[in-house]
């Protein structure tokens, strides 16, 4: 007898098409009667008690379906729902059906995709629209009222945001696509180069990759296959990124060894465009504080901050948003100081690149007693009074600059005469104190009570 994916018999769709929970109830009840007191001492009554356990179990099945899908979701069995009901594109039960300029009915979230997506057919006639306004179905909509009223189930619900819409084709497309990573190179390719682009243009399609596809996804990257054949090597990259971006995709990434092995991988031995969206990849996970330290332990610290060190300037901003944000995580502020992070940036920064996000992260590290000192002896102090003097400088720097050199007044003594001289010849932090945000005014005004106190004190020594 024929299954569907359900695991429910073709024959027993047709059978319980009208069937109510409590109808099932009672022929469940019937068929559980016949298996006890059925006697299975002979082959004959032993066949007859197989069936009907059979039988038991699909009606058990459905009833359960009933149960699983009260909200009326994709999931509800297709032949439960009157033909009428189903929107032609997803074969659900419409939340919102809309009439289209050729007549027909469409769910709206689904049409509304179509649309947007640029076509201007009917999906089911191939019709020239005449135009593209979507009409409420009042009817429909009020007959798929009954009809759940009558079968004790709740309305659907409905969808405001076409990017979460999935069709029936999405999911077949991307099995599709699935099925020829396992296949040869150039299929390889080919279904990259796909995935990369459609988890790029529709955002829905990132909501497909639950735990069980990601193996076959990452299937050709688990060979050096991949890395001989850089653009292969790019689009799978890139689509981990892509997908990455879907809030539901984080923590099962995050939590997944192999991805962030592979991130790694790629941030080692990727061309430049590879490894900057491996970062970037890095950087949307490390979105949730528990994938920040799951990520600072793989020993990700190092290869971002070469990339830092070597990359263009897109490459070196991805690495930065990353260390960035790992740097939040106490643990990884030690990771990077350790990994050479403080003399990485402040080479940058001398160089003017990417000065105000840099900045972000020195201050970060500078609660760590290391990079203080590091900070310290690279001779960082006048590099940054010289920041803050300047015009050009956004307002967030400067005061990214002042915590800092707050933190190495109080941490280091030995830099009190280099910022007292400074300020005898330009005022900076006098400035800065009198014209900067009240961040900065409270932080330069610490530094220069600290200044004129140890002045006292020596005078009264």
């Known amino acids: 007898m024929a299954k569907t994916n359900k695991g429910v018999s073709v024959s027993h769709q047709h059978q319980y098409h009208d069937a109510t929970v409590s109808e099932l109830k009672e022929k469940l009840r019937g068929l559980v009667n016949i298996i006890l007191e059925q006697n299975s001492d002979n082959y004959n009554n032993y066949t007859i008690q197989q069936t009907t356990t059979d039988e038991a179990i699909s009606t058990l099945q459905l009833l359960n379906h009933f149960y699983k899908n009260s909200s009326f979701s994709h999931n509800l069995d297709h032949f439960l729902v009157p033909p009428l009901f189903r929107c032609p594109i997803s ?33 089911q006639t191939q019709q020239v629209l005449t135009h593209t306004i979507l009409t409420p179905n009042y009817l429909v909509r009020d007959m798929i009222a009954q009809w759940c009223k009558d079968h004790d189930i709740e309305l659907p619900k409905l969808v405001r945001d076409t990017d979460e819409v999935v069709t029936n084709a999405d999911k077949d497309q991307l099995n599709s696509l699935l099925h020829k990573l396992s296949l040869s190179l150039s299929d390889q390719k080919e279904a990259a180069k796909e995935l990369r682009k459609l988890t790029k243009r529709m955002p829905s399609f990132r909501t497909l990759f639950s735990g069980d596809v990601i193996p076959q996804l990452l299937s050709p990257l688990s060979t050096s296959k991949a890395f001989m054949h850089p653009d292969l090597h790019e689009d799978l990259i890139t689509t981990l990124l892509n997908l990455s971006i879907h809030d539901d995709n984080k923590k099962v990434f995050g939590e997944d060894p192999n991805v962030i092995s592979l991130l790694i991988d790629a941030l080692k031995t990727g061309t430049i465009q590879t490894r900057s969206n491996a970062a970037a990849a890095i950087f949307t996970l490390s979105a949730l504080d528990s994938n920040k330290h799951i990520i600072g332990k793989s020993g990700v610290m190092k290869h971002l901050l070469d990339l830092l060190d070597e990359g263009n300037l897109l490459a070196m901003k991805d690495a930065a948003s990353a260390i960035f944000n790992l740097c939040l995580v106490h643990e990884n502020k030690c990771r990077a100081v350790k990994e050479g992070a403080v003399e990485v940036i402040l080479k940058k920064i001398v160089d003017n690149i990417l000065v105000d996000e840099l900045l972000a992260i020195l201050a970060l590290l500078s609660s760590h007693p290391r990079a203080v000192e590091e900070i310290g002896d690279l001779g960082a102090v006048p590099c940054l009074l010289g920041i803050i003097r300047e015009t050009a400088v956004s307002e967030r720097s400067k005061e990214n600059c002042v915590a800092i050199l707050y933190t190495v007044c109080y941490s280091d003594r030995t830099k009190w005469k280099e910022i007292r001289e400074e300020e005898k010849a330009n005022g900076t932090l006098s400035n800065l104190a009198k014209c900067g945000t009240s961040r900065a005014k409270r932080k330069a005004n610490g530094i220069l009570e600290r200044l004129n106190r140890s002045i006292y004190l020596t005078h009264t020594a």
């Open 91 to 123: 074969s659900q039960l419409m939340s919102d059906p809309v009439i289209l300029s050729t007549g027909q009915t469409y769910d709206r979230p689904f049409i509304q995709r179509w649309l947007n997506e640029g076509h201007r057919t009917c999906p």
